[in-house]
């Protein structure tokens, strides 16, 4: 089963290191890994992507826990939570197709954030499954390049990482 689990880190050098390098001695893959300050800049929120059973995702939350720089842990799987995940997409936009991709893009709700007399980068937020919607709507003789941040989540309702 996906699972996301935020993190609440330290902000200090070779925390992310301890992270992923527990990560690869146990065998576990990372599959999406996003690390920001949050508003104290002595803290990051680390949102990481995995894969396992309910009992291996036990096994890494607690190792997890017995790192020194995690100042909290919170698996969102195992409650109401939001995602989202942001995607910037090259695509080539001659001229005959560039009316048919702004229409595409709005359908999306996406953003044309840059053009050029060839191209066009569009900037999109949603679900995995919309922006690979997006992709897959879109002839892939015109993408170019597609870049993905990985998911992002918070918790609904009271519950979170807040101190």
């Known amino acids: 089963m996906r699972h996301i689990i935020s993190i609440l880190i330290e902000n200090e050098s070779g925390a992310l290191s301890r992270v992923a390098g527990l ?3 146990r065998g576990y893959n990372i599959e999406s890994l996003t690390v920001a300050p949050t508003h104290d800049p002595s803290l990051s929120r680390m949102t990481l992507v995995t894969r396992g059973s309910d009992e291996i995702i036990e096994q890494i939350t607690k190792q997890l826990n017995k ?3 995690v100042v909290k842990l919170l698996d969102l799987s195992e409650g109401e939570h939001l995602e989202r995940e942001m995607m910037m997409i ?3 936009a001659e001229r005959g197709q560039r009316e048919e991709i702004k229409r595409l893009v709005d359908i ?3 953003k044309i954030i840059d053009v050029t007399e060839s191209s066009y980068i569009v900037e999109m937020t949603g ?3 919309k922006l ?3 992709i897959n709507a879109v002839d892939e003789d015109l993408v170019v390049e597609v870049v993905r941040t990985g998911p992002s989540g918070i918790a609904r ?3 979170g990482l807040g101190l």
């Open 67 to 69: 790192l020194v720089e």
């Open 157 to 159: 309702g009271d519950k």
């Open 132 to 134: 690979d919607a997006f």
């Open 127 to 129: 679900q995995a499954d």
């Open 23 to 25: 990560f690869s001695a």
């Open 108 to 110: 999306f709700r996406g």
């Open 90 to 92: 090259k695509l080539r």
